[in-house]
């Protein structure tokens, strides 16, 4: 486990989320994959936050950039890993925090759990 290697999920998140690639962006996440929103909501599997992601990226979050800082990377067994990242959306300066987990397999690491959410007083 490197920490290089699971930062490498959130710059693929960047690279798609400039590019306004609903695909590409979701391409970190494992086919089943539990997602919550920062708004509480819950999508269950790849295709859900593909689906949901295409929505933001031809709506409110059309042209922006999402800038990640991975702060912290915790082994919890073999392949497993907890992670906590940040990230800010430009123009919109909205910071949010995700705790994830990610889990190594045969195509590499992937995101199975994903909870991000706005922190208080960063609106």
């Given at each position: 486990m490197t920490h290089q290697e699971i930062s490498a999920l959130w710059d693929v998140m960047s690279e798609a989320w400039a590019a306004g690639?609903?695909?590409a962006f979701a391409t970190v996440f494992d086919p089943?994959?539990?997602?919550?929103?920062?708004?509480g909501e819950e999508h269950h599997g790849?295709?859900?936050?593909?689906k949901s992601h295409a929505a933001l990226?031809?709506?409110?979050?059309?042209?922006?950039?999402?800038?990640?800082e991975v702060r912290l990377v915790r082994e919890l067994a073999e392949g497993l890993c907890l992670?906590?990242?940040t990230t800010t959306v430009y123009p919109a300066g909205i910071t949010t925090h995700a705790q994830a987990v990610v889990?190594?397999?045969?195509?590499?690491?992937?995101?199975?759990a994903f909870h991000n959410m706005i922190p208080?007083?960063?609106r």
């Open positions: 690639d609903a695909q089943e994959v539990e997602f919550v929103t920062v708004r790849r295709d859900a936050v593909e990226f031809t709506t409110i979050y059309q042209g922006t950039l999402l800038k990640p992670v906590h990242a889990r190594c397999g045969r195509a590499g690491w992937s995101i199975v208080g007083g960063t």
